[in-house]
T-cell receptor, first 115, second 114 residues
Framework: SQTIHQWPATLVQPVGSPLSLECTVE??????LYWYRQAAGRGLQLLFY??????ISSEVPQNLSASRPQDRQFILSSKKLLLSDSGFYLC??????????????FGPGTRLTVL | AQTVTQSQPEMSVQEAETVTLSCTYD???????LFWYKQPPSRQMILVIR??????QNATENRFSVNFQKAAKSFSLKISDSQLGDAAMYFC???????????FGTGTLLAVQP
């Protein structure tokens, strides 16, 4: 069965520090991968998605970036964190199947606090 | 552009009772997918149920069922025999081929009273 991991689970970082959040998927090949952010009490905002290694689409211009160095690994980064980067970050995966989308499945999330 | 609206920020239900969460959406597409996700206090998003727009039959998953009204662009979630573990934030979501993105509503916070 497929599983998705995210780490760290919780992170507290000072303003201006770098960021690296990691997401890995097991049990599937060539998944679509997604990064979402959820601010407190709000819905999900899609940040990036990837349909393959090295292929990244950005949805929201900001100081975050994403990379996909391996088929089942998706990394969210920042060179300098802002206070507004605080939130809950969720990674998700799906498998595109024959003209129809498949369901997105989410990881456990990372709670990021920028002080 | 596609939008998803959940007009009930909060709902409450007694344990063992039935509750219905509302969701409406706007789209010009004919082929799309609709989802309900549950986010408990742990904040992990858990898929509850999925509906393909081309299917007339309403999806069901145990105590969870939907009322899909394509013409009215309505997609409500019914939870029967509510349990304490059903307490969570529930998000309605839309996926269509035009944007290839999952679009979420703002969520409904469901409380279950013992």
């Amino acid at each position: 069965s497929q599983t998705i991991h995210q780490w760290p689970a919780t992170l507290v970082q000072p303003v201006g520090s770098p960021l690296s959040l990691e997401c890995t998927v097991e049990g599937t090949s060539n998944p679509n991968l997604y990064w979402y952010r959820q601010a407190a009490g709000r819905g999900l905002q899609l940040l990036f998605y990837s349909v393959g290694i090295g292929q990244i689409s950005s949805e929201v211009p900001q100081n975050l970036s994403a990379s996909r160095p391996q088929d089942r690994q998706f990394i969210l980064s920042s060179k300098k964190l802002l206070l507004s980067d605080s939130g809950f970050y969720l990674c998700a995966w799906s498998v595109f199947s024959g003209g129809a989308t498949d369901t997105q499945y989410f990881g456990p999330g990372t709670r990021l606090t920028v002080l | 552009a596609q939008t998803v609206t959940q007009s009930q920020p909060e709902m409450s239900v007694q344990e063992a009772e039935t509750v219905t969460l509302s969701c409406t959406y706007d789209t010009s597409e004919s082929d799309y997918y609709l989802f309900w996700y549950k986010q408990p206090p742990s904040r992990q998003m858990i898929l509850v149920i999925r509906q393909e727009a081309y299917k007339q039959q309403n999806a069901t998953e145990n105590r969870f069922s939907v009322n899909f009204q394509k013409a009215a662009k309505s997609f409500s979630l019914k939870i029967s025999d509510s349990q304490l573990g059903d307490a969570a934030m529930y998000f309605c979501a839309y996926y269509g081929g035009a944007t290839n993105k999952l679009i979420f509503g703002t969520g409904t916070l469901l409380a279950v009273q013992p």
